[in-house]
């Protein structure tokens, strides 16, 4: 059975817990866009990193499928506001919000969705002080924060490899970091168990990041659920960019070309050294997992890291 198969019992409560919201004939303009995003399919890889988190030290599915839900909901909210700020018209195979209705209606949507986010965190059973709701907040402010200097660096010719590590932190890498700790926290982990999950998260959402960025430039369109080389076309400061930058110096670069790109990063082995920068975080990321206990949920999240790492979409 694959990864994705054995995960599916939690794929399927976690989208009862995100769909366990009002109906979308109560308010239609309000909760008819929200459920459609809901609705979208996803591979909910956050939330489940959230569940096993707490699972491999011992915790309980019942409290932690409100902090799962959460975090999904958060990443939702954040997808809603970026298409609308890079003009994307597909996610996920389907008409953005602001697409299908209008830009408004996704402002309002993504403002429903973090609303919602944070009910779903405070009803968390078995926590009864600010600390989730603290670590919450900073997270989505790291994410704004991120997201402020992708669109900076959209209107400047280069970013340096610390740079682009930084925005990539901020705005990818901390949402991982918050779905681990989280589940870390709610499973009743100890201090160190916390720590080293949080880590773990963090070094799998750079390797995410990096890698989504090859995705944006090779993966097969349908795949990948939006258009190939829309990151290029946005004038995105993406580790493919950084890379070019470094190798051609002030050449000019024809980044709207996809097949031209393609091109120079074969030409001058890029390729393979993003690879070979991915393959640093992932081996970071399972060292990390071989410090906690050992079990069928540390076991799962394992392959779930071996299946991101594999991942052509």
């Given at each position: 059975?694959?990864?994705?198969?054995?995960?599916?019992?939690?794929?399927?409560?976690?989208?009862?817990?995100?769909?366990?919201?009002?109906?979308?004939?109560?308010?239609?303009?309000?909760?008819?866009?929200?459920?459609?995003?809901?609705?979208?399919?996803?591979?909910?890889?956050?939330?489940?990193?959230?569940?096993?988190?707490?699972?491999?030290?011992?915790?309980?599915?019942?409290?932690?499928?409100?902090?799962?839900?959460?975090?999904?909901?958060?990443?939702?909210?954040?997808?809603?506001?970026?298409?609308?700020?890079?003009?994307?018209?597909?996610?996920?195979?389907?008409?953005?919000?602001?697409?299908?209705?209008?830009?408004?209606?996704?402002?309002?949507?993504?403002?429903?969705?973090?609303?919602?986010?944070?009910?779903?965190?405070?009803?968390?059973?078995?926590?009864?002080?600010?600390?989730?709701?603290?670590?919450?907040?900073?997270?989505?402010?790291?994410?704004?924060?991120?997201?402020?200097?992708?669109?900076?660096?959209?209107?400047?010719?280069?970013?340096?490899?610390?740079?682009?590590?930084?925005?990539?932190?901020?705005?990818?890498?901390?949402?991982?970091?918050?779905t681990c700790q989280l589940g870390a926290i709610v499973g009743q982990g100890t201090k160190e168990q916390i720590s080293m999950l949080a880590?773990?998260?963090?070094?799998?959402?750079?390797?995410?990041?990096?890698?989504?960025?090859?995705?944006?430039?090779?993966?097969?369109?349908?795949?990948?659920?939006?258009?190939?080389?829309?990151?290029?076309?946005?004038?995105?400061?993406?580790?493919?960019?950084?890379?070019?930058?470094?190798?051609?110096?002030?050449?000019?670069?024809?980044?709207?070309?996809?097949?031209?790109?393609?091109?120079?990063?074969?030409?001058?082995?890029?390729?393979?050294?993003?690879?070979?920068?991915?393959?640093?975080?992932?081996?970071?990321?399972?060292?990390?997992?071989?410090?906690?206990?050992?079990?069928?949920?540390?076991?799962?999240?394992?392959?779930?890291?071996?299946?991101?790492?594999?991942?052509?979409?």
């Amino acid at each position: 059975m694959d990864i994705y198969a054995r995960l599916e019992k939690f794929r399927k409560k976690i989208d009862e817990e995100i769909r366990d919201i009002p109906s979308a004939k109560e308010i239609p303009l309000f909760y008819e866009p929200i459920h459609y995003v809901n609705q979208l399919s996803g591979k909910k890889i956050r939330p489940i990193l959230t569940i096993l988190s707490g699972l491999s030290i011992g915790g309980q599915l019942e409290n932690l499928l409100y902090p799962a839900a959460a975090v999904e909901l958060l990443h939702n909210f954040s997808l809603v506001h970026d298409d609308i700020m890079d003009n994307d018209d597909i996610r996920r195979g389907k008409e953005t919000v602001h697409v299908k209705w209008d830009v408004g209606t996704a402002i309002l949507t993504g403002d429903g969705l973090i609303g919602l986010a944070y009910r779903k965190l405070l009803m968390t059973p078995n926590i009864t002080d600010l600390r989730i709701a603290r670590l919450f907040t900073d997270a989505m402010l790291n994410i704004c924060e991120g997201q402020a200097l992708d669109k900076t660096f959209e209107k400047i010719p280069t970013v340096s490899r610390d740079e682009y590590l930084k925005m990539i932190g901020k705005k990818t890498a901390t949402l991982i970091q918050l779905t681990c700790q989280l589940g870390a926290i709610v499973g009743q982990g100890t201090k160190e168990q916390i720590s080293m999950l949080a880590d773990y998260g963090f070094q799998l959402g750079m390797a995410f990041q990096i890698q989504d960025d090859l995705l944006d430039i090779f993966a097969d369109e349908k795949d990948l659920g939006k258009r190939v080389g829309s990151d290029l076309a946005m004038n995105k400061k993406t580790i493919v960019t950084t890379f070019l930058s470094e190798k051609v110096g002030k050449k000019p670069i024809d980044i709207k070309s996809l097949e031209k790109v393609k091109t120079l990063l074969k030409s001058h082995g890029i390729i393979e050294e993003i690879q070979q920068m991915t393959e640093i975080y992932f081996s970071k990321a399972k060292k990390l997992l071989l410090s906690m206990p050992q079990n069928e949920y540390t076991s799962l999240l394992f392959d779930l890291t071996d299946f991101i790492q594999t991942r052509e979409k």
